[in-house]
């Protein structure tokens, strides 16, 4: 079945994620301590996320918890994943461009 493809790269891309914002909230919490870190969340609702942090571990969470809950096939499926994968690469750039900054 296609989607099983689809589903597994996904998911590989989370674990991806998962690992980079790992070493993202690291950094924030060392900017933090040096009094860098003034903002209140990384992502507007506007990006498509519902959660409401300054570390990028709960939006890989948020995102993980979609992925469980998305429709494996009917007519739901394709908006479904295009607001999924929307929002990962939003996640993936900006863990990008927070390592690219950081160096």
């Given at each position: 079945?296609?989607?099983?493809?689809?589903?597994?790269?996904?998911?590989?891309?989370?674990?991806?994620?998962?690992?980079?914002?790992?070493?993202?909230?690291?950094?924030?919490?060392?900017l933090k301590?040096?009094?860098?870190?003034?903002?209140?969340?990384?992502?507007?609702?506007?990006?498509?996320?519902?959660?409401?942090?300054?570390?990028?571990?709960?939006?890989?969470?948020?995102?993980?918890?979609?992925?469980?809950?998305?429709?494996?096939?009917?007519?739901?499926?394709?908006?479904?994943?295009?607001?999924?994968?929307?929002?990962?690469?939003?996640?993936?750039?900006?863990?990008?461009?927070?390592?690219?900054?950081?160096?």
């Open positions: 079945m296609p989607h099983t493809r689809v589903i597994e790269q996904l998911k590989q891309n989370l674990q991806s994620a998962y690992r980079k914002s790992i070493d993202a909230d690291g950094k924030l919490d060392e301590k040096a009094g860098h870190v003034k903002f209140n969340r990384i992502f507007t609702q506007d990006e498509g996320f519902t959660t409401n942090s300054n570390r990028f571990k709960p939006y890989v969470q948020e995102l993980a918890d979609e992925l469980e809950e998305l429709p494996t096939d009917g007519e739901k499926m394709p908006a479904a994943l295009e607001k999924f994968v929307r929002k990962l690469g939003v996640l993936i750039q900006t863990l990008q461009a927070f390592k690219e900054q950081s160096k």
